[in-house]
């Protein structure tokens, strides 16, 4: 089971926006709106920052947003904080009923 | 509130297995799936599976078909995931979250060390 495909690393400034991409097949990003996006920093839990593509949970600031075009989900991130300094990881629903990971991405805000 | 309490930290032996507890409470247990992910050190997630904890149901990734059994015991809200044939490369932070599609509340991890 491959994992789907993200950017080993993005960096930005503060206030700047980034863009996290995560490729997958048509077998899952490209047939399912079943896409998330998690944060995680060091030594934590992941935090559930978007889920079915575009939508966030209560309490996840708006600067988090989420989109998909084919194969290919993107997080954006905007207004950047140090505090978003952290790793990154895309999910999505596979057809064979059973769900995959990116292989993360981390974020250096400069 | 949501909450997700693991049970602690295990060693075990190459060849032996170990079962983690995720206990929760602050929400009716079975109307959510739990799913269970992993992290080894300084390594990506990696999703394992998921138990429907309201009929039982299970669905496992491919790589760990044979090895893993997800359980239930719904008198007293817990979910477990049981793990085989441990091999030093499953020594990990082994996480449960509430959900699927939306797993907003997880477990605080669970370190389990494969070590001889």
């Known amino acids: 089971q491959s994992a789907l495909t993200q950017p080993a690393s993005v960096s930005g400034s503060p206030g700047q926006s980034i863009t996290i991409s995560c490729t997958g097949t048509?077998?899952?990003?490209?047939?399912?709106?079943?896409v998330s996006w998690y944060q995680q920093h060091p030594g934590k839990a992941p935090k559930l920052l978007i889920y079915?593509?575009?939508y966030r949970p209560s309490g996840v600031s708006s600067r988090f947003s989420g989109s998909k075009s084919g194969n290919t989900a993107s997080l954006t991130i905007s207004g950047l904080q140090p505090a978003d300094e952290a790793d990154y990881y895309c999910?999505?629903?596979?057809?064979?009923?059973?769900?995959?990971f990116g292989g993360g991405t981390k974020l250096t805000v400069l | 509130q949501v909450q997700l309490v693991q049970s602690g930290a295990e060693v075990k032996k190459p060849g032996a297995s170990v079962k983690v507890s995720c206990k929760a409470s602050?929400?009716?247990?079975?109307?959510?799936?739990i799913n269970w992910v992993r992290q080894a050190n300084g390594q990506g997630l990696e999703w394992m599976g998921w138990?429907?904890?309201?009929?039982?149901?299970?669905g496992y990734a491919q790589k760990f078909h044979g090895r893993i059994t997800m359980t239930r015991d719904t008198s007293i809200s817990a979910a477990y995931m049981e793990l085989s044939g441990l091999r030093s490369d499953d020594t990990a932070v082994y996480y449960c979250?509430?959900?699927?599609?939306?797993?907003?509340?997880w477990g605080q991890g669970t370190l389990v060390t494969v070590s001889s």
């Open positions: 048509s077998s899952d990003i490209g047939d399912y709106n079943y």
């Open positions: 999910s999505s629903f596979r057809n064979s009923g059973l769900w995959v």
């Open positions: 079915d593509v575009t």
């Open positions: 138990m429907n904890v309201n009929s039982g149901n299970t």
């Open positions: 602050g929400y009716s247990f079975t109307d959510y799936e």
């Open positions: 979250a509430r959900g699927l599609r939306r797993p907003e509340y």
